[in-house]
């Protein structure tokens, strides 16, 4: 009860500043980092157009995840990232992790699908892919879904 009372605070307080995404911090702050970094590049892209209309309540845990680097659960009123424990610590590159943390949002802001394509950032499972070449698939993904 205590959760949904403070929850609801916390909403209308947010509302009142108008924020559009909303972060419930996890612990990690590589985690949050990586979602300021990546939200800032959506949102810069996406500034002329009205991808989103309300608050988005996001909250960023690292757990043991069985069967999935990452993960975006969408909820009635905003969506979770769930980052592996185990990926995150030892086996994720920092671009892996940047790429994973895109993908994710791609998945969370705009409800999109995976890719066939296996060298896309949007792929299910993909190998980490070169800077410039993620750079770019980025930038024509939010170009296309921004000027919609």
């Not at 989103?52 to 905003?78: E, M, Q, S, W």
Request: aromatic content about 14%; glycine content about 2%.
């Amino acid at each position: 009860m205590k959760q949904m009372i403070r929850f609801l605070l916390w909403g209308v307080v947010f509302s009142y500043l108008n924020a559009g995404f909303i972060l419930f911090p996890s612990k990690d702050k590589r985690i949050e980092e990586l979602f300021s970094k990546n939200l800032r590049i959506i949102e810069t892209a996406c500034s002329s157009s009205q991808y989103r209309k309300t608050n988005i309540f996001t909250t960023l845990i690292v757990k043991d995840l069985p069967d999935a680097i990452a993960y975006c659960h969408k909820k009635a009123n905003g969506f979770v990232i769930a980052f592996d424990t185990a990926y995150l610590e030892r086996i994720l590159s920092d671009l892996e992790k940047d790429q994973v943390m895109m993908h994710e949002l791609v998945h969370c802001v705009f409800d999109e699908e995976h890719f066939s394509d296996p060298k896309h950032f949007m792929a299910e499972f993909f190998e980490e892919i070169p800077k410039e070449t993620y750079e770019i698939q980025v930038e024509e993904y939010l170009k296309q879904k921004c000027q919609k």
